[in-house]
């Protein structure tokens, strides 16, 4: 089954301490990306990665960082986490074929930081 | 910097009544424009998309208009059902160079049976 894995679903951790989402896709997608959805603001996108190795800013980045050491994955790490990126976290991948297209997300990560 | 305004925030219909939510665009580089369906709990999901070179698309009650000009485009769902009460999102991102995709800050669909 064609899907987007997001690990862990929920999550309450306390400010300060490392915690990394992981994310992994099984449909061989060049394109992955990250989102925070918060109420009243939509979907905003944190960063993205258009292959391995290549990596960019989406429009709310800052405290967040992420690789693509492999196409299937792509984590989000949060070195430092503080309350206000409490939210709910998607990971979404699409096949470009050089445009963009369907955003696959996956179900979605809970992330409350105290 | 980009964004895309939608409205209304929320909207309520009475079944088997159209809904129609609006988007407005600033990347005048924006060539695809796809709507995102979220049920309360889930993942948005792709209900339609439209590319710059059509002006509308439809897909049963669902249909999508396009305005470059105006840099506007539109969701119209006609004889709504309980089914469809949802948030929608809709969404632009440039075909080239970069794949940012700037999402709209959503609209709270309530169908009224």
């Known amino acids: 089954e064609a899907q987007v894995t997001q690990n862990p679903r929920y999550l309450i951790t306390v400010t300060g301490k490392k915690l990394t989402v992981t994310c992994s896709q099984n449909?061989?997608?060049?394109?992955m990306s990250w989102y925070r959805q918060d109420p009243g603001l939509g979907l905003r996108q944190i960063y993205y990665?258009?292959?391995?190795?290549?990596?960019d800013k989406g429009d709310v980045p800052e405290g967040y960082k992420v690789s693509r050491k492999e196409k299937r994955n792509f984590p989000l790490i949060l070195e430092s986490p503080s309350p206000n990126q409490t939210s709910l976290y998607f990971c979404a991948s699409s096949l470009p074929s050089g445009r963009p297209g369907e955003l696959f997300f996956g179900e979605g990560s809970r992330l409350t930081v105290l | 910097g980009e964004n895309v305004e939608q409205h209304p925030s929320t909207l309520s219909v009475q079944e088997g009544d159209s809904a129609v939510i609006k988007c407005t665009y600033s990347?005048?580089?924006?060539?695809?424009f796809p709507w995102y369906k979220q049920e309360l709990g889930k993942r948005p999901q792709l209900i339609i998309d439209i590319r710059s070179n059509v002006g509308e698309k439809k897909d049963q009650r669902i249909a999508v208009t396009l305005n470059k000009t105006a840099k506007h485009f539109s969701l119209h769902i006609t004889e709504t059902q309980p089914e469809d009460s949802a948030v929608y999102f809709c969404a632009a991102s440039p075909t080239s160079g970069t794949y940012k995709y700037i999402f709209g800050t959503g609209t709270r669909l309530k169908v009224l049976a």
């Open positions: 449909m061989n997608h060049e394109y």
């Open positions: 990665s258009m292959n391995v190795e290549v990596t």
């Open positions: 990347d005048s580089a924006s060539n695809y």
